[in-house]
């Protein structure tokens, strides 16, 4: 089945410990982007990436890296310096022609104690 | 300008009832309006989308009602049912960019 594939669904860190979240799409799409989600808010955009080896900032990068060393994947790096990192995030993917509509992936909820 | 403001942020009905979530927005060279529903614990999925150029969208029994003049737009959810329960994002984008703006949710509960 083509879909976008997080892991892990939780993720439990240190403080000052820096993670990374994957997220895998067989979907051939050219497009990844990565949001953060939090209660009451709506999501808010990181990273995202239009082709491989190419990425920009979103709205909130700080604190955040990531890479696009393959079209499938584009993994997610939540560093030390991102001062509250407790929130759920979600990748998504679309086509190149069909930027407007994204797919999302099932999400990690990090949670940093 | 990038925002999309989203009302009411929860919202209770009964069975049957017809739920009305709004948004607006303030940058004109937005021209694609999609909503998504999340379950949850999931990820959000795509509802229904409008474009500015047509005024409503009707899918089964999601309706997209645009303002194009006062610049929001709505979502209806006719005949509703305890299994529409969930938390509803509108948002907003350029259909080039692909960088999505969201509103900030309404959860919606329908009552049996």
């Known amino acids: 089945d083509g879909g976008i594939t997080q892991s892990p669904k939780y993720l439990f860190r240190k403080e000052g410990q820096n993670v990374t979240l994957s997220c895998e799409q067989n979907l051939n799409h050219d497009a990844m982007y990565w949001y953060r989600q939090d209660p009451g808010q709506g999501l808010r955009l990181i990273y995202y990436s239009q082709i491989v080896n190419d990425f920009q900032k979103g709205d909130i990068a700080e604190g955040y890296s990531v890479s696009r060393e393959k079209k499938e994947s584009f993994p997610l790096t939540v560093t030390s310096a991102q001062k509250n990192p407790t929130a759920f995030y979600l990748c998504?993917?679309?086509?190149?022609?069909?930027?407007?509509?994204?797919?999302f992936g099932q999400g990690t909820r990090l949670t940093v104690v | 300008q990038q925002q999309v403001k989203q009302s009411p942020q929860s919202l209770i009905v009964q069975k049957g009832g017809i739920p009305i979530i709004n948004c607006a927005y303030e940058?004109?060279?937005?021209?694609?309006f999609p909503w998504y529903q999340q379950f949850p614990g999931k990820g959000p999925a795509l509802l229904i989308a409008i474009r500015p150029d047509v005024s409503e969208k009707k899918e089964g029994r999601f309706t997209i009602s645009f303002n194009k003049s006062a610049k929001q737009f709505s979502l209806h959810i006719m005949d509703s049912q305890p299994g529409d329960s969930a938390t509803y994002f509108c948002?907003?984008?350029?259909?080039?960019?692909?960088?999505?703006?969201f509103g900030q949710g309404t959860t919606l509960q329908v009552k049996p």
């Open positions: 998504a993917s679309s086509l190149a022609e069909e930027r407007h509509e994204a797919f």
């Open positions: 940058n004109t060279a937005f021209d694609y």
């Open positions: 948002a907003a984008s350029m259909l080039w960019s692909g960088k999505l703006i």
